[in-house]
Each structure stands twice: as C-alpha cells, then as structure tokens.
C-alpha cells in the first residue's frame, strides 16, 4: 500500500509540484542565509574600516590640535618677545626725545635768555643813542625777533614730528599684531571646517553602506516569503 502511495505520489502533480516549491524554498533559503552571512562579513569589514578611519581622524585632529596650539605657544612667546622688544626700544625713544627736548629747551632758554639781555642793552642803547641812529637798532630788534620766532618754529616743528612718527610706529606695530592674529584665526577655523566636513563625508558613507546592505536583505526576505506563499498555496491546492 505503501509502495503503491509512493508510485501515486510521483504521478501527482500537486506532489511534483509541492517537491519543486520545497526545492525553490530551500535553495532561496540556503542562498539567504549564503548572502546574510557575506553581507555580514561586507558590513564587519565595512565597519572595520569606518573604525579605522575615524582612528585616523581623530588622531589626525588630535595631531592638528596639538600642532596649532604649539604654533599659538610659539606665536604668543615670540609675540610677547618682540613686544618686549619694541616695548624697551620704544621706551628708549621717549626717553631720548624727553632728553633731546630738555636739550633743546635749555638751549632755547638760554638763548631766550641772551636775546631778552640783548634786547634790553639795545633799548639802553637806544634810549641812549642819538634820533638818527634809531632806525638802524630797531631792525636789529626786529631781525632777533624774527629769529626768535623761528626757533620756536622749529622746535615746534621737531616735536610734532616726533609725536606723529611715535604714533604712526605704534599703530604699524599694532597691525602687524592683528593681521598675524587673523592669518591664524582663520587656519583654525579652515581646519575645523575640513575636519567637521571629513566626518561628515565617513557618517554619510556609513549611511549609505547600512542601507544597502539592508535593502539587500530585505529582497532576500522578500524572495523567501514569496517562496513560503507559493508553497501554502501548493498544500491547499493538494488539501482540496
């Protein structure tokens, strides 16, 4: 009965065709399982990668951290240096100029002087001298006048020019100062762009990988239920 079973079974079609939907589910299922184990080893070795690069980044922007504060340290010592520098050089000018101008003001204090004595022997004098011989001592007053008033001109003129090339020092020294701040300001910040961009490009990366690999799967998945259907399909047809 049994042998005459089996030999029915082969005639059926339902049977034939049940054996070829076991067959289709069996090679769909050994190839998902083939294909879920290769892409879990694409993902491990993916992900073996990521973790790689993000060492390198990290240790690449460790390594640029580092660089740019050793560039800062090194900026603000020789900064502070040349500050000191032209601090003491600049000190040394005021000092000079205070001396030179002390210089000048004895000098012109005594010749203030000399001409002051001057004046009043020539007024003596003139009081003293006859009518005709006035005019003659009146243009000599007027001519040391004169001359006193370009001293003071000049001296006036010397501390002007003192004052501006003072002024004009400090304020080249002060850009100096800010345009190497901004040369440096703006390194960080192109830095800090490029690293935030890099990591940016490895999280989009790992996105795209993940998704991927899961819409594989999930055709995988799809392809094995199609398959579970058909055969619940053939075992009603066989059950009716």
């Given at each position: 009965?049994?042998?005459?079973?089996?030999?029915?079974?082969?005639?059926?079609?339902?049977?034939?065709?049940?054996?070829?939907?076991?067959?289709?589910?069996?090679?769909?299922?050994?190839?998902?399982?083939?294909?879920?184990?290769?892409?879990?080893?694409?993902?491990?070795?993916?992900?073996?990668d990521i973790r790689r690069n993000i060492q390198?980044?990290?240790?690449?922007?460790?390594?640029?951290?580092?660089?740019?504060?050793?560039?800062?340290?090194?900026?603000?010592?020789?900064?502070?240096?040349?500050?000191?520098?032209?601090?003491?050089?600049?000190?040394?000018?005021?000092?000079?100029?205070?001396?030179?101008?002390?210089?000048?003001?004895?000098?012109?204090?005594?010749?203030?002087?000399?001409?002051?004595?001057?004046?009043?022997?020539?007024?003596?004098?003139?009081?003293?001298?006859?009518?005709?011989?006035?005019?003659?001592?009146?243009?000599?007053?007027?001519?040391?006048?004169?001359?006193?008033?370009?001293?003071?001109?000049?001296?006036?003129?010397?501390?002007?020019?003192?004052k501006t090339e003072r002024i004009l020092n400090?304020?080249?020294?002060?850009?100096?100062a800010k345009d190497t701040l901004t040369k440096?300001?703006?390194?960080?910040?192109?830095?800090?762009?490029?690293?935030?961009?890099?990591?940016?490009?490895?999280?989009?990366?790992?996105?795209?990988?993940?998704?991927?690999?899961?819409?594989?799967?999930?055709?995988?998945?799809?392809?094995?239920?199609?398959?579970?259907?058909?055969?619940?399909?053939?075992?009603?047809?066989?059950?009716?």
């Open positions: 009965m049994i042998k005459k079973f089996e030999e029915e079974k082969k005639d059926n079609p339902k049977f034939k065709e049940m054996n070829n939907q076991l067959g289709i589910m069996k090679k769909d299922y050994q190839d998902m399982l083939q294909a879920r184990e290769v892409t879990r080893k694409q993902l491990e070795a993916r992900f073996q390198r980044n990290f240790d690449f922007t460790s390594s640029e951290v580092k660089r740019t504060k050793d560039i800062l340290k090194a900026f603000n010592s020789k900064f502070s240096h040349n500050l000191k520098i032209y601090r003491e050089e600049f000190e040394q000018k005021i000092q000079d100029f205070r001396d030179f101008n002390r210089k000048r003001l004895k000098e012109t204090k005594d010749r203030l002087d000399n001409i002051e004595n001057t004046i009043h022997e020539m007024r003596e004098d003139r009081v003293e001298a006859p009518y005709y011989e006035r005019p003659p001592i009146i243009e000599k007053e007027e001519e040391i006048i004169q001359a006193l008033d370009d001293n003071v001109y000049e001296l006036t003129k010397t501390v002007e020019n003192e400090v304020g080249k020294f002060k850009d100096d440096y300001q703006k390194s960080i910040t192109e830095f800090q762009t490029k690293a935030v961009e890099e990591f940016n490009k490895v999280k989009d990366k790992i996105e795209v990988d993940v998704f991927d690999r899961l819409e594989a799967q999930d055709d995988l998945v799809d392809n094995l239920s199609n398959s579970v259907k058909n055969f619940q399909d053939t075992l009603k047809k066989i059950s009716d």
